[in-house]
């Protein structure tokens, strides 16, 4: 039975952030735990890749911020970090109900280092965690401080990449 609740990070410029994540979800549900998926930046009711399978799983899922500018033109940025911080108070009130074991925030590593979220946002979310609460951070650029609070960071690096020679995104593969 676990008693402690870690903080997981998974970080990097590489392809698999997201799917080790997912791995994770899978082994956590095939156990009984129950599972909250916070995503920045996608939009699970699309049901793409994971999200598919996710739903099919019971876990539930959550989507803030649904668009980045990167991708998407026209979005103002003063939305955006509304809608990043209501993701973040989204799961502070989701930590006091005590209905589930294990929180993924997917790409909201990425919130802070665009600057949608301030690190001290997220560093308060980090602080309330419950003990026995289990937090997973992905996305690119994780910071110094937030590496500091966990208990696990992977950086997933990338040597090598298709997309650098023009391969497009391959459904079932990469999405």
């Known amino acids: 039975m676990r008693t402690k609740g870690l903080i997981q990070i998974y970080t990097g410029n590489g ?103 301030k690190e001290k946002e997220l560093l308060k979310m980090l602080k309330l965690k419950p003990a026995r609460t289990e937090l997973v951070l992905t996305g690119r650029g994780a910071t110094k401080k937030i590496i500091m609070k966990a208990d696990l960071v992977s950086r997933i690096n990338k040597v090598k990449h298709p997309y650098d020679k023009g391969t497009k995104k391959r459904q079932g593969i990469d999405y």
């Open 15 to 117: 392809k698999g952030k997201t799917t080790a994540a997912a791995g994770l979800v899978m082994r956590a549900v095939s156990y009984g735990l129950k599972v909250c998926w916070v995503c920045f930046f996608k939009d699970p009711s699309d049901l793409h890749g994971e999200y598919k399978i996710m739903k099919k799983l019971g876990v539930d899922t959550f989507g803030f911020a649904k668009k980045h500018p990167r991708f998407h033109g026209n979005i103002s940025r003063s939305d955006i970090c509304a809608e990043c911080l209501e993701g973040i108070e989204f799961v502070k009130k989701a930590y006091n109900k005590g209905k589930y074991d294990i929180f993924i925030l997917d790409e909201v590593l990425a919130s802070v280092r665009d600057g949608f979220l």
